[in-house]
Structures are given as structure tokens and as C-alpha cells.
């Protein structure tokens, strides 16, 4: 059974910094690319950075700069690293894994961000 379990989620001030993880099990996460969405109240839920097996990344425009992603396939887990965060980061955060067709989601993680 694949799982993906996001932690690091909290309540922070604008500014501030904050790193989320997602744990993978059940699957072989090296073949996978992974990817970090966000979900906002009322929005649609919109990607944020991917990271492919090749460790190619891909970021939003908006965060761009400011947030950084990376796996360690020993851990089987991926990471965003969110610097200077700002109160329109506020969100449910989401991990993915992709591996042609087949696409798993975890159950998210919540980053709240005050100004």
C-alpha cells in the first residue's frame, strides 16, 4: 500500500522559514517524480515545485527564489525548504508522486503564514 505523509506544516510569521517533509512508502520512490502542490481556501489547488527521478526541478513563478525542493531517495523522502515566507503562502500543502500514469497523493499538510 503506498503511503505519502507530509509533516512540518505550522503556523508562522511572515518571514519566517519552515521546512516540510513527505515520507513515501509502498512504492520505489527513486523511479518517481515528485512534487509539492498547495492548496488555498477557496483556490484551486496549484503546483508549487516538482523534482523529477533525474533530480530536475521545477518551481511556481510565485516561489521562485524563496522555496527550495529535494529528495534523498535513501529516506525515500522529499523536502520544501520555504524561506521568506509570505501570508499568500497560506495553505494545504501536498505531496505527489508520478511515475508515467500512475499518480499517488498524500492527505496534506497545513502552513499557515500571519503577517
Known amino acids: 500500500q503506498v503511503q505519502l505523509v507530509e509533516s512540518g506544516g505550522g503556523l508562522e510569521q511572515a518571514g519566517d522559514s519552515l521546512r516540510l517533509s513527505c515520507a513515501a512508502s509502498g512504492l520505489t520512490f527513486s523511479r518517481y517524480d515528485m512534487g509539492w502542490f498547495r492548496q488555498a481556501p477557496g483556490k484551486e489547488r496549484e503546483l508549487v515545485a516538482t523534482?523529477?527521478?533525474?533530480?530536475?526541478?521545477n518551481y511556481a513563478d510565485s516561489v521562485k527564489g524563496r522555496f527550495t525542493i529535494s529528495r534523498d531517495n535513501a529516506k525515500n523522502t522529499v523536502y520544501l525548504q520555504m524561506n521568506s515566507l509570505k501570508p499568500e503562502d497560506t495553505a494545504v500543502y501536498y505531496c505527489?508522486?508520478?511515475?508515467?500514469?500512475?499518480?499517488?497523493w498524500g492527505r496534506g499538510t497545513q502552513v499557515t503564514v500571519s503577517s
Open positions: 505527489n508522486a508520478v511515475w508515467g500514469a500512475i499518480t499517488f
Open positions: 523534482v523529477t527521478s533525474a533530480t530536475s526541478t
